[in-house]
DNA sequence: TATTGTTATACTCTATAACTATA
DNA sequence: TATAGTTATAGAGTATAACAATA
């Protein structure tokens, strides 16, 4: 049996609470609306959407895991099905035999463009809808602290997260 | 080609962003933990955790279903994985006979309580270590009204309004 | 007829380990 | 040897539709 830590404050619990089921909720509208409008995972929105804001629209395979925290292999399934679809191209870089450089296609990013505006949507109404202007900032600044620790230093405590 | 609608503001942006971020590494994170000492899906977590929060242990499959968001079938599945390892128990509701009664067991509260220090530590750790009080404060007033909504005006919102 | 839940099924996703090839 | 990526594979999870039983 493990020691007790201290226990989070009755706040905090709910700070917890109130961010999984808002994200959980938003997370779970924004799936059905990718995949009813461009018949995309999240994961499949979320590498096309790297891809399409790199100025050349293209990316090393290791690259593209590391910013969406997948497996090397999963990351590979999932390109294939992109590349099945045409939504992107895959070519062994020039600089480097061993590495493979995934490129956005026109139809891709075509693709992006029919699904941005229901995602706009979906994140406004679920999200931004009982928001001010003065809680967006506020959580900018709140979130965007927490984000920022956790990328500078990732989850040692509980996690054995691969070597970045 | 679907109209534009009124752009998130930068602002908007970097909030969703900062949300999403930090509440996937989060869950990410709290997935692993639960795997590793628990042996437990994020599901299965909070279908014991509901039901140890029940007075008495139990709910209906339909009720635990709609908590969780699942599909029946879904859920169906969890609640035998969960029963065959002896974490809870299923029976026949003595008031309707369709309905199924899931209960909680001794063994399912030990898991509860087994995991629940690693737990508190990675949302600590992720989340907190980074706010101060205030900023807790902030998240619990800003989170808790948008979940409010999200709870009151239901999925519908953004599953409904296709096409336009 | 409507509701509760299970089953059958098919599919998506994910990770691990073994492998190839380049560096 | 170390790195980049793929493949093989196996398992978990999910959803849909058909179904049985009860209300």
Not at 11 to 34: G, M, N, P
């Amino acid at each position: 049996m493990t020691d007790a830590p201290t226990p989070l404050s009755s706040k905090q619990l709910e700070a917890y609470f109130a961010l999984t089921e808002v994200s959980s909720l938003l997370r779970h509208s924004v799936e059905k609306q990718l995949r009813d409008d461009g018949g995309l995972s999240y994961v499949q929105f979320h590498v096309l959407a790297r891809l399409g804001d790199d100025p050349d629209g293209r990316q090393r395979m290791t690259d593209l895991a590391d910013g969406v925290v997948y497996s090397r292999s999963g990351l590979t399934y999932q390109a294939q099905v992109l590349d099945e679809r045409g939504l992107v191209t895959r070519a062994p870089s020039p600089d480097d035999e061993r590495s493979t450089i995934v490129t956005i296609t026109d139809a891709g990013r075509a693709v992006l463009a029919t699904v941005f505006p229901g995602h706009v949507e979906v994140v406004r109404s679920h999200l931004f809808a009982a928001l001010s202007d003065d809680d967006v900032d506020d959580l900018v600044r709140i979130l965007g602290r927490a984000a920022g620790r956790l990328r500078a230093a990732p989850p040692r405590s509980a996690a054995g997260r691969r070597r970045v």
